[in-house]
């Protein structure tokens, strides 16, 4: 499992001035809280944890961290109690004889307690080992009151002492966390549902989608830091069922509506910082899902003037993406603008992409005749065309499954999405939903949550509600059994220590697109 990364320097864009300037205006303030850390932890491994890893409390009370002598090669670990995203500083001083060295730290910032079991100079990843939160500083004079300039993700903060001199030691206290978010925790709908493991699982989901609202929806705090399409159409729906920030929506939508090539195509992602900057990383089920975004913000929040600024763009999309059907009704996938459905490429996902082109041009249509579009007709009869297409050279009616064409490959993907996007009626995606059940349960080889999360609403939707809360139990659940205090950007149940980067020092404890438990349960378990 890997991404191909696009590098496609000759792209021309077209920046709408505008469009930024109102995404500006939108930027919100970050709330922020002081967070003190409320024990001192000890390291161990656990076979049952996630990657092998875990925390007892230690014998020392944090109210006696100041009173410890910390010297050449020792450690301390602080735990928060939660998860949070922030800065961190701490009082060091030193203790004994006169300070003759420098003090010498490793500060570590980790979501889960294997990020501290696991040494970064053994990491040989894809990714860029720079993501790694592994601080070492040099101190020449204390006392001192260390400000880490880094924004962290984490729960667990370890402070070693790599050397100082055996003439003293170093003690450290008033520890604080300052955590931010674009949100309250307090501001939120909690649940009103019973079932304590869904709840559970609510509350973890309603804590992720919080920590990942920043200066934008961001993917990951600890690893991305960005916009990707892809994870705003799945946190912005979260968000109208919890904090309803639409403020927040509206300005993700105009920073993708301000930064286009100049052929009209929006990027899978874009950057804030240093400045606004689109990236050339282009996707095909992330332009289109734009349109999915803007309709929905439409439907909830009735704003009529984002529809009108962002109506061309979303038009766009379903164009471009339009321009690769042919005359039978079959999209026709192009190297340059590859889809994602998921991180695993162990399926065929033509399928599923004809599906998830179907359900945004319904999206789309429905924009269209808000809109009054005089193309209206046009879009509706190439949306026909393409639902005749799938029914009639995609789905075997024999298997009561999808297909891939020219294959006998029939995977969960082209189900799904299929499903969501309502190519047959209720009762026929009743029986599909049952024979995926049947034939492809329990589930192998997708490798996130962003999948899961489309399986587990096509069953709803296919009234196989009990399935469906199965799979939330079993999946999500699972996370939380193995200690997660927000969800996870990849995770296999048949492989616990999965990471498609091959070390979880790298990998995204607290991921945008694992929030949508709160999504699911306000929406269909009310």
Known sequence: MSFDFQINNQVEWALDKELLHKAEI???????????????????????????????????????????????????????????????????????????????????????????????????????KSWIQEEYIHIDVLPKKLELPRRYSCRFIEIEVLDTSPKWKASFENPIFISESAVDMKTAASSKITDPELSKIYDVSLKTLADCMQDVFEDGPKRDRRLWLGDLRLQASANYKTFQSNDLVKRCLYLFGGMTTKEGKIPANVFTAPALIPDDTFLFDYSLFFVSILEEYFHVTNDIAVLKDLYPVSKKQIDLALALVDSEGRLNLQDDWPVFIDWSDDFDKRTAAQGVLIYCLKSFCLLAKEMRDLDYTKYVQQLEKLE???????????????????????????????????????????????????????????????????????????????????LMKTYWGKMIELGADTFWEAFKPETPDFSPYGSPIISSFCHAWSCTPVTLINTYLK
């Open 388 to 470: 005749s297409f799938a029914k009639q050279k995609l789905f075997n009616e024999e298997k009561q499954q999808f297909i891939i064409e020219g294959t006998d490959e029939i995977n969960c993907a082209s189900q799904v999405w299929m499903i969501l996007a309502g190519v047959f009626s209720p009762e026929i995606n009743k029986q599909i939903a049952k024979k995926m059940i049947l034939k492809q349960f329990p589930v192998k080889g997708f490798g996130t949550p962003y999948m899961y999360h489309h399986l587990v609403e096509a069953l709803f939707i296919a009234g196989s509600n009990q399935e469906a809360i199965t």
């Open 26 to 128: 939108h930027k919100p303030v970050l709330n922020k809280k002081q967070i003190h850390p409320n024990r001192i932890v000890e390291l161990v491994t656990d076979k049952n944890a996630a990657y092998g890893f875990n925390v007892l409390p230690s014998p020392i009370g944090i109210e006696q961290l100041s009173q410890q002598l910390i010297g050449k090669d020792e450690s301390i670990i602080l735990d928060l109690g939660n998860h949070y995203v922030g800065t961190f500083s701490v009082s060091i001083n030193s203790v004994g004889s006169p300070m003759d060295a420098p003090l010498y730290l490793r500060l570590k910032f980790a979501e889960i307690p294997a990020e501290l079991g696991f040494d970064s100079q053994d990491y040989k990843g894809w990714l860029s």
